[in-house]
Every structure is written in C-alpha cells, then in structure tokens.
C-alpha cells in the first residue's frame, strides 16, 4: 500500500503524531484514552464518534 492509499484509526495524540509524520491520513475516535486531552484538537482527516462511520468510505477489498 502506498501513501495516501491507507487510513489509519486511533484514539490519542501520540499516535495520530507519528502517522501524520509518516504522511498517512489520519482519522481519530472521540472514545478511548487521550491523555485527558480533547481528541477533536488534535489536526486529522476527520473525527468520528463510531468506527462504523468509516463503512462508506471503506474498500471493498481489504489488502492483507
């Protein structure tokens, strides 16, 4: 998979630091644990409230 092909879903800071160093898309969950910190701060393709809310936007085969 080449950059800009992949999404990658997290939940805190630290890792959604990395993969915007490593040029992949993030998207972030507003659930789980973020140090204390607001999630919705920090910068990403998109925040999301459900990991079901990805489904559109999903391939329709997965690489493995």
């Given at each position: 998979?080449?950059?800009?092909?992949?999404?990658?879903?997290f939940?805190?800071?630290?890792?959604?630091?990395a993969?915007?160093?490593?040029?992949?898309?993030?998207?972030l969950v507003?659930y789980?644990y973020?140090?204390?910190?607001p999630?919705?701060e920090?910068?990403?393709?998109?925040?999301?409230?459900?990991?079901?809310?990805?489904?559109?936007?999903?391939?329709t085969?997965l690489?493995?």
């Amino acid at each position: 998979i080449e950059n800009g092909q992949s999404r990658i879903v997290f939940n805190d800071t630290t890792d959604a630091q990395a993969a915007n160093a490593a040029g992949c898309p993030v998207v972030l969950v507003t659930y789980g644990y973020n140090h204390g910190d607001p999630i919705r701060e920090v910068p990403a393709l998109a925040h999301i409230d459900r990991i079901d809310a990805l489904a559109p936007s999903l391939p329709t085969r997965l690489v493995r």
